[in-house]
C-alpha cells in the first residue's frame, strides 16, 4: 500500500515501511519500543534503551543499554570541556567507568570502578597511572609515568618497583648504555648480585658476608680491588682488623733481610714524623686532627740510598693517572703500613739477635 508522509513517498505493508527520500520527525522516534529511541526534548538517542535520559547525559548524548538502564553505555558527543564515553553498572545516574578526552589540554582520560580517573595520556603522549604529574617523585606523589622521549618515573608509598626472574639463576635487570650492556642486578644460589663485566660483589647471606665475583655470579678470588689510587675510600670502621694471607704454602723465595735492606730499614724507622692532612685543615683549620706516620717520598729516598729501588716492594706505592677533568697526569705515593712495619720489624728483630749472639760469644770468653 503506498502513501504519502507530508510530499515524500512512502509504502507501507504489514511488515515494513520504505520512505524514499529524506523522512523528517517533528517528535520523538520510538522503533520496537527498546530498538531505538530518539528522544527530540532532550536531543538524546538510546539503544535497547527507551530512556537514555536514564544514564549520565547531556546534550546529543547516544545511550546504548537496555530497558532498565543498566550495564550500558553512553557516548557523549559534544561537550564545551571533553567528551565522554560512560560505562554504567547499575540503575542510578551516576556511572562506574568512563574513557574521556580533555579538549581543554588534549589529554585522554580512563576511569574505572567508581569513576575515578585511573590512567591518562597527556597532549605529549606521556602515559600517567594513578597521578597527572609526569615526574611523581618530584612532588612526592603516589603514581608512574612512561614517558614519551623514555624514562619511567615511580613513586609509590612502600615498595616501588619488583623484579621477579622465574626458573633459572642469573640477570635479573640488565643495565645498558647506547645499546651495549655496562652490567647487571642478578640472583646466584638464592642471594643477590651487582656486577660490570667481571668486577662485581654477591651479597652471601648464609656467611653473612659480601665477597667478589665475576659477570656470572661466580667467586673472584685475589683480583678486585677496594678503590683506587685516585678515587680512595676515607675511614673504614670495623670490629677487627683486615685479615692479610700468610700461608707458607702460597709463598716462595722466603729469606731474612739482606744488609742493604737492614740499612734501609734503620733508616726508615727514624723517619716517623706528626703531621695533619691539607683536606682536614681545609675543612676544619685548627680544629684538624694530628696523625702519625712516615712521607713516602722519604720512605723512597731511604730505599734508593741503601742501593734499593723502592718500587719492587710491596709497601711501597706509586700510581700515576690523568685528572679526567683537566687532562692532568697525576701522581701519587703511598705505604702500606703493615708490610712497612713488618720490614722495619725484621731488621729490628734481625738486629737483636746480632747484638744477642755477640754477647754471649763475649760471655763465652
Known amino acids: 500500500m503506498a502513501g504519502y508522509l507530508g510530499t515524500k513517498a512512502v509504502l507501507l505493508s504489514t511488515t515494513a515501511a520504505n520512505v524514499t527520500g529524506n523522512a ?44 532498565t538502564g543498566s550495564h550500558g553505555i553512553t557516548i557523549q558527543s559534544q561537550n564545551i570541556s571533553n567528551g565522554n564515553i560512560y560505562f554504567t553498572d547499575t540503575t542510578s545516574t551516576s556511572y562506574n567507568g568512563f574513557v574521556r578526552y580533555y579538549h581543554g589540554d588534549n589529554a585522554l582520560a580512563f ?15 606521556n602515559l600517567l597511572v594513578g597521578t597527572t604529574d609526569t615526574n611523581p617523585t618530584s612532588n612526592n ?4 609515568a612512561a614517558l614519551t622521549g623514555g624514562g619511567i618515573r615511580v613513586s609509590r608509598t612502600g615498595e616501588a618497583a619488583g623484579f621477579n626472574r622465574k626458573g633459572s639463576d642469573g640477570v635479573i635487570v640488565d643495565l645498558r648504555k647506547d645499546g651495549i650492556t655496562v ?86 724507622s727514624k723517619l716517623f714524623k706528626t703531621f695533619k692532612w691539607n683536606d682536614s685543615v681545609t675543612e676544619k683549620g685548627d680544629a684538624a686532627r694530628t696523625h702519625t706516620g712516615v712521607i713516602a717520598q722519604e720512605v723512597e729516598q731511604a730505599m734508593t740510598d741503601a742501593g734499593l729501588n723502592a718500587g719492587d716492594y710491596a709497601f711501597f706505592i706509586s700510581s700515576d693517572w690523568v685528572d679526567e677533568e683537566t687532562g692532568e697526569e697525576r701522581n701519587r705515593k703511598g705505604i702500606r703500613y703493615p708490610q712497612l712495619l713488618s720490614f722495619i720489624g725484621a731488621a729490628t728483630e734481625q738486629r737483636l739477635a746480632s747484638i744477642e749472639a755477640r754477647l754471649d760469644a763475649l760471655e763465652a770468653v
Open 24 to 67: 523528517t520527525i517533528g517528535g520523538d522516534l520510538t522503533v520496537d519500543t527498546n530498538t531505538l529511541y530518539v528522544d527530540s526534548t532532550n536531543n538524546n538517542v538510546g539503544i535497547g534503551n527507551s530512556s537514555p535520559s536514564s544514564f549520565p547525559s547531556a546534550a546529543k548524548d547516544l545511550v546504548i543499554g537496555n530497558t
Open 111 to 125: 576511569g574505572t570502578n567508581d569513576g575515578t580517573e585511573r590512567m591518562r595520556i597527556d597532549s605529549s603522549g
Open 141 to 144: 606523589v603516589d603514581g608512574t
Open 183 to 268: 652490567g647487571s642486578i642478578g640472583a646466584i644460589n638464592g642471594d643477590a648480585y651487582i656486577v660490570t663485566n667481571n668486577t662485581g660483589l654477591r651479597f652471601y647471606d648464609a656467611g653473612n658476608s659480601v665477597f667478589p665475583i665475576n659477570a656470572n655470579g661466580a667467586s673472584r678470588d685475589n683480583a678486585i680491588d677496594m678503590g683506587f689510587s685516585s678515587v680512595r675510600f676515607d675511614d673504614i670502621y670495623a670490629t677487627n682488623g683486615t685479615i692479610q694471607t700468610s700461608d707458607r704454602n702460597e709463598k716462595q723465595q722466603i729469606a731474612a733481610l739482606a744488609d742493604a735492606e737492614m740499612t734501609a730499614a734503620k733508616a726508615i
